[in-house]
């Protein structure tokens, strides 16, 4: 008799200072990567559906390597972030900004160096997009353009004077990967917890046709 597979999600994990975690297959380690446009990192985790926490992720390396990953547990440190706790050690993984692989299981209570933002692959797209001024443009309800974001570390998109948090707008981040080449559409973003979201209308440029001959 066949059993089913249960269902799963796979997430990739930006660190605080808006790197991805990764996958260094020289040293089969894991390390730390810029955040780059359009490129998955080598590392991800299939975790359960429904995606509750605490839970125990199944990390996979995109380059299959021998060495095994310690037991981690994923736990929810504040809303759309999380951490990884070692039980057999009893401390978190630790992403710091000291160098490409500056990754360590050592640190002894979570902050902000041990905290990362669970993203799916409609978030990867949604955010590659929105770095990219000349393909996604937004304006706000006055249709006033806003200035072409920066990504900045606490997870967030510095537009101009103004911070964006990514884990405020999750759902604003897959409605952006979902729209299509010369197509518009209207979502919300939430600049603030304290604060209600504003509109937006996004809009992705459609591609340029080669001249007639």
Sequence with gaps: MMTETPPTLRLWFMD??????????????????????????????????PFQLPCRPLLEKRISM???????????????RVVFFLPQSGTYLRSAPTGADS??????????????????????????LILKPDIVSLKDDAGHSLPAPALQHGFTLQFGDRSLPLFLNTAALIQIGQIMPGNTTSLALTWSADTPPTPVTASREAPTQPPSP
């Design 16 to 49: 605080w200072f808006g790197w991805m975690l990764d996958h260094n297959s020289l040293k089969d380690a894991l390390c730390r990567t810029p955040f780059q446009e359009g490129r998955l990192p080598g590392l991800s985790a299939s975790v359960p559906l």
């Design 66 to 80: 021998p060495r095994p990953f310690p037991e981690m547990e994923l736990r929810e440190h504040a809303p759309n």
């Design 103 to 128: 990754i360590d299981f050592g640190a002894p209570e979570p902050r902000e160096w041990e905290t990362f933002f669970p993203m799916t692959m409609e978030m990867l797209r949604g955010l590659s």
